[in-house]
Structures are given as structure tokens and as C-alpha cells.
């Protein structure tokens, strides 16, 4: 399984950015597509996950109304809508992967940084 992520960047506070995840290498029928994010010197933390079947959506707090994840099954690719962007943003984003009835994840991408000036 590959999961390529891209479109971090730099932006100012109340910014939008867009990431996509593009998977690839296996079916992702019945698997729980997700982004996660670090932060310097903090651990990593969710951030939001999109069911593969369905789009059943959830949402770390910090983010809610303000992020929208989505997924293109023609495509194969998980995109992350950043609106409303605040400092405390920055992090380096991972997407990831999982099979539904799994409880950690299972694949990871490598990581694209956003880095939120204020």
C-alpha cells in the first residue's frame, strides 16, 4: 500500500489549504481512510477520518467546522479542506489508512508540512 500525501505549504492565519492522499496498491472496500497530525515536540495526534464505503465522516474537536475530509473512490484519493487556519495548525500531516475493523491504523503516508504564520 502506498498513500502519497501532498499540499502543505506555507500560509497565513485564516488561510485554506487543501491536501490530497492519493492510495494506491490495494482495494480500500471496507477501510477507514484518515489524516493525523504532529506537531513539533508533541505527539501525534487524529485529526479526521472518512469511512470507504459509506463517507461516514469524524472529527477531532480542535477541527470541527473548520476541516472537511472527502474521498474520491474514481480517483482513489483523500482530501483534507483546511479552512479557517490558526497557528496551532502547524504540524506535519500524515494520511492514513485502516481496515475497518482494525482499531490502529494500518498503512502510512509520508508526511507534508503546514506551517500556519500569524
Known amino acids: 500500500v502506498q498513500l502519497q500525501a501532498s499540499g502543505g505549504g506555507l500560509v497565513q492565519a485564516g488561510d485554506s489549504l487543501r491536501l490530497s492522499c492519493a492510495a494506491s496498491?490495494?482495494?480500500?472496500?471496507?477501510?477507514?481512510m484518515g489524516w493525523f497530525r504532529q506537531a513539533p515536540g508533541k505527539e501525534r495526534e487524529f485529526v479526521a477520518e472518512?469511512?470507504?464505503?459509506?463517507?461516514?465522516?469524524n472529527y477531532a474537536d480542535s477541527v470541527k467546522g473548520r476541516f472537511t475530509i472527502s474521498r474520491d473512490k474514481a480517483k482513489n484519493t483523500v482530501d483534507l479542506q483546511m479552512n479557517a487556519l490558526k497557528s496551532e495548525d502547524t504540524a506535519v500531516y500524515y494520511c492514513?489508512?485502516?481496515?475497518?475493523?482494525?482499531?490502529?491504523?494500518?498503512?502510512w503516508g509520508q508526511g507534508t508540512l503546514v506551517t500556519v504564520s500569524s
Open positions: 472518512i469511512t470507504w464505503n459509506l463517507g461516514s465522516t
Open positions: 496498491g490495494r482495494t480500500f472496500t471496507n477501510h477507514v
Open positions: 492514513s489508512a485502516r481496515r475497518s475493523q482494525s482499531r490502529s491504523v494500518n498503512w
